[in-house]
């Protein structure tokens, strides 16, 4: 099994930055497409970035130009970087990852989610 744990939320001001982690551990054969996903008050939890393992990426349309997604294979960890944050961004993010097991059946793992508020 994978076990992910985010770090690095927080409270920040409208403009600035933030760098959210999601580190895996566990047993497991290898990890696929990892991704960070939102959800604020009141809200459907939505997707923000992906990254295959090969490091191609997406993003929400909201998004695009602002975040960063990327990760270090040798580490298991994908990062997010968040800059020109807004109100609207505020939200408990959440990384996933999709993985094979050690008898190489596809799994899926999300983490615990991380606090991001952006406010003044």
């Known amino acids: 099994q994978v076990q992910l744990v985010e770090s690095g939320g927080g409270l920040v001001q409208p403009g600035g930055s933030l760098r959210l982690s999601c580190a895996a551990s566990?047993?497991?054969?290898?990890?696929?497409?990892m991704g960070w996903h939102r959800q604020a008050p009141g809200k459907q939890r939505e997707l923000v970035a992906a990254?295959?393992?090969?490091?191609?990426?997406n993003y929400a349309d909201t998004v695009k130009g602002r975040f960063t997604i990327s990760r270090d294979n040798a580490k298991n960890t994908v990062y997010l970087q968040m800059n020109s944050l807004e109100p609207e961004d505020t939200a408990v993010y959440s990384c996933?990852?999709?993985?094979?097991?050690?008898?190489?059946?596809?799994?899926?793992?999300w983490g615990q989610g991380t606090q991001v508020t952006v406010s003044s």
């Open positions: 996933n990852a999709n993985y094979y097991t050690l008898t190489r059946t596809l799994r899926g793992s």
């Open positions: 566990g047993s497991f054969f290898s990890i696929n497409d």
């Open positions: 990254i295959t393992s090969g490091g191609s990426t």
